[in-house]
């Protein structure tokens, strides 16, 4: 009996101790496998979605480039940051004569300059800067074409490429604006407008 028990007990011993090493190596290849830090993918995933760069309407893969259709029009005047006086060489697809033409910036709203409010003459001197008069821009519209002042409803590229509308709500002159059916971009507006009061950009840091 009393050999049956040291072997017994010799027995449980290396299975302890067996068990101990085994489950040792497994601790350590599991602290090897799971870092403090997430995997390199979602990481970087997080980091896209803090910083913003695969929501950010600021994105190249986002802000829509000039679209092929546009039509070449000459600024005459800047009425305000959102107003402004265009005037087609030609006749175009979106507007058919050569006359001046009263211009709203669809989908946004600067300040007002008469009367004067916040930022208002800030935000005009910024698309004085963006698009000098004389210089050319290129236009699309949306589905209705006027508003009820008579006004042409556009959305505008600067020579260089810039989406105006865009630009204006993305750099906090202007804040987005939507009313329907003129919505075709109203979604990249809202997140550039949100990004820009999160910051405090422009007038929501001003006024």
Request: with cysteine; aromatic share 8%; hydrophobic share 40%.
């Amino acid at each position: 009996m009393a050999r049956r028990s040291g072997r017994r007990a010799g027995v449980v011993a290396a299975v302890v101790v067996i068990a101990f090493v085994v489950g040792g190596y497994l601790l350590v290849g599991a602290l090897g496998s799971s870092p403090r830090d997430p995997a390199p993918g979602r990481a970087g995933s997080a980091m896209r979605s803090a910083t913003g760069s695969d929501t950010d309407p600021s994105s190249a893969d986002q802000v829509p480039d000039r679209p092929k259709d546009a039509q070449p029009m000459v600024v005459r005047r800047i009425h305000d940051g959102d107003t402004v006086w265009l005037q087609a060489t030609s006749a175009g697809p979106y507007v058919a004569g050569t006359e001046r033409v009263k211009v709203r910036l669809i989908g946004i709203d600067t300040p007002e300059v008469q009367p004067e409010q916040c930022f208002g003459p800030e935000a005009t001197d910024h698309l004085r800067t963006l698009i000098p008069v004389g210089s050319t821009v290129y236009v699309t519209a949306d589905r209705d074409p006027l508003d009820r002042y008579g006004r042409r409803l556009l959305y505008l590229w600067s020579a260089r490429g810039e989406f105006v509308n865009f630009d204006l709500v993305d750099g906090g002159w202007a804040r987005p604006l939507r009313v329907p059916p003129n919505v075709r971009y109203a979604e990249l507006f809202a997140l550039a407008g949100d990004v820009a009061r999160d910051a405090g950009t422009g007038l929501w840091g001003a006024c």
